[in-house]
């Protein structure tokens, strides 16, 4: 279909983004059974957690699908050995400087793909020899870049840029914004809260309920003195607004967020002390799906798009 | 073409924005003449000066214009009346209750559409009776809405959920995102940064130079506990910045943002000391250019992408 269904060998340009406690096999595997590439989330898994749910994810589809790998922990050396041996061919890196393992990753034959959040990074990921990029904007959830760009501005801002693929993500919880982000120069879409809010995300049903509760106004980005984190509001929220209203400093805000605290909300349930992960579409989202389903809508409403934007009139 | 076009008698759905210190007559009648729709910003004149620059505006252009009246200003009902005796026929409603004046002015046969930065004062105005709504995303320069939601987000909330046409307004400088918003349900966009930079803008030269030589980390959304603002990096903003990281209250805020600084800084040309308000995609914009010029390039990118788009194939 395009370059990013050739890079990865599937059916629809659609990448299910990795995410802490949420993307373990059973979300990735249902991902890329669907026609996508579902990512097994690295982040929050020691490098033995990793190897179980690669051999469960081989196990339950004969599909391509990959790893998202934050290059920040202590043991990322530990986790590439894991998916080399494992035989994983598809590396989505994230948060760290793409230099380093790309080389390395490539050599033993694996694509590898660079999370960026602004042109400068972009750039710097296409010299280190990665096959495709994520550009993801101000409204994704989660971990996000400092210079606030967003998913519109982004792709305008890399249009023409790269040679290399780009693969939209933040803000795209339909097939019209799909249709959009390749209107802007994506070949492919990169997709987190939906999945989040999944039957087979491994996010607790306290966290999946409230995704579907939240209204318009219910995330925002916050800890920007330490790294800017886009959340659900909660009593862990108003906590860390205050503070950071009160212009608290980077240690004081380190200290009110302690230790583990994404894990305690995500995937224990602990919706009003813990850290709820979320990108601004848990708006849009109002009902907790199979995988199989929220891949046909995407399919069903991108078809539309592309059937209604053809009628449209050429200016003249 | 479509609903927007008819609305309002233009050729192409292209809306620009009312901008303070920028949009005078002869920006709106360049872009009017041009085949867009051209708006006197009414945010910086008095109704005196409102009076000369419809005067003008009628004489430089016979094609529809408009006036873009925030509704925050104390002689906002003097402006009114000067609108009703020159006989514009086109108000955009900004920063406040549409209610209040939206009635009063649809009964003296004026088309009314109001800015609305989310989904609930997008029903708001829809209740109050206007013609069509402006639906704003967090990239978009000046005064900005709370919940930060970006272009991309709010479309996607807006698609199906209102009757009325929207216009797309935040991160548009290029055919591609016009297309792209039409893709998220939008019939128009209104643009303000791009034709800020222009040649015809009344800003100061020094500002237009500023934003050609703006990065992709120039611009920063501050003074939330305020009314948040976009605008660009200079002494001012770091002097902000500084403020609101040491958790400075509204009032002292308020005291170092003083009076007429936005003037001194885009009308004036004091880019240090100024408020420079503009949007992300003052990254994008690289060239001061005439409106026709800038119009042009829009249409001829609009019709590139919508005949690239036509030829992308069905998901299957």
């Known amino acids: 279909m395009n370059r990013i269904t050739d890079l990865f060998g599937i059916k629809y340009p659609v990448v299910q983004g990795g995410m802490i406690w949420c993307s373990g096999w059973k979300l990735a595997s249902a991902v890329s059974n669907a026609g996508g590439l579902g990512l097994i989330g690295a982040g929050s898994m020691t490098p033995e957690l990793l190897a179980e749910h690669i051999d469960k994810c081989f196990d339950a589809t004969g599909k391509p699908f990959g790893v998202n790998l934050p290059l920040l922990y202590k043991r990322t050396e530990e986790q590439i050995d894991v998916i080399l041996k494992k035989g994983v061919k598809i590396v989505f890196t994230s948060a760290g400087n793409p230099k380093k393992y790309t080389p390395y990753l490539k050599e033993n034959g694996i694509k590898v793909v660079h999370v960026v959040a602004n042109k400068k990074f972009a750039l710097k990921a296409v010299e280190a020899g990665v096959d495709a990029i994520v550009a993801e904007g101000f409204e994704a959830g989660g971990h996000n870049g400092y210079e606030e760009l967003t998913t519109f501005v982004l792709l305008q801002l890399l249009n023409n840029a790269v040679d290399i693929p780009v693969i939209a993500a933040g803000g795209i919880a339909t097939g019209q914004a799909v249709f959009a982000s390749m209107a802007l120069g994506a070949e492919g879409v990169q997709i987190g809260s939906l999945f989040a809010a999944s039957e087979e995300s491994s996010a607790h049903e306290n966290f999946k309920n409230k995704i579907v509760d939240a209204g318009e106004n219910s995330t925002h980005l916050v800890l920007k003195k330490l790294v800017p984190v886009r959340l659900l509001e909660n009593g862990f929220y108003e906590k860390i607004k205050m503070a950071e209203e009160e212009g608290f400093s980077k240690e004081e805000l380190a ?17 009003e002390d813990g850290e709820l992960e ?27 798009t592309a059937k209604k934007m053809r009628t449209v009139d050429l200016w003249r």
């Open 255 to 271: 200290n009110i967020l302690g230790k583990g605290r994404a894990k305690k909300g995500m995937f224990e349930g602990d919706i």
């Open 278 to 304: 979320i990108g601004q579409v848990a708006s849009i989202i109002d009902e907790i799906k199979p995988v199989s389903e929220i891949m046909k809508k995407l399919v069903d409403e991108f078809n539309e």
